[in-house]
Nanobody, 121 residues
Framework: QVQLVESGGGLVQAGGSLRLSCAAS???????MGWFRQAPGKERESVAH????????NYADGVKGRFTISRDNAKNTMYLQMNSLKPEDTAVYSC???????????????WGQGTQVTVSS
């Protein structure tokens, strides 16, 4: 069982940056991890994913070139660096973890509570 806690959200102007963190209660080195977001009235969408080793990453088209996912397994923490933020990035951002075979199918088992990111125009 892994418990995840996000931090780093807040209010930022368009064009600004934020760095989200996802701290785990236990070791995350065996887990693939990801960031998801959900805006009011919209379905949850995938933002970025990272393999257990950190060697493989992938991003949603709308954030490519602006967001960077990374992890520090020694600190049991994952990050999402968000640059050039846009008002449409406003959402609750949640981190999640799962074993690699389930990640291939997009099945995440452990979720954080989320952190609000608001981008003003």
């Amino acid at each position: 069982q892994v418990q995840l806690v996000e931090s780093g959200g807040g209010l930022v102007q368009a064009g600004g940056s934020l760095r989200l963190s996802c701290a785990a209660s236990g070791r995350i080195s065996n887990y693939n991890m990801g960031w998801f977001r959900q805006a009011p009235g919209k379905e949850r969408e995938s933002v970025a994913h990272i393999s257990w080793s950190g060697d493989d990453t992938n991003y949603a088209d709308g954030v490519k070139g602006r967001f960077t996912i990374s992890r520090d397994n020694a600190k049991n923490t994952m990050y999402l660096q968000m640059n050039s933020l846009k008002p449409e990035d406003t959402a609750v951002y949640s981190c999640a973890a799962t074993m690699p075979p389930r990640a291939i199918r997009g099945l995440y088992d452990f979720w954080g509570q989320g952190t609000q990111v608001t981008v003003s125009s």
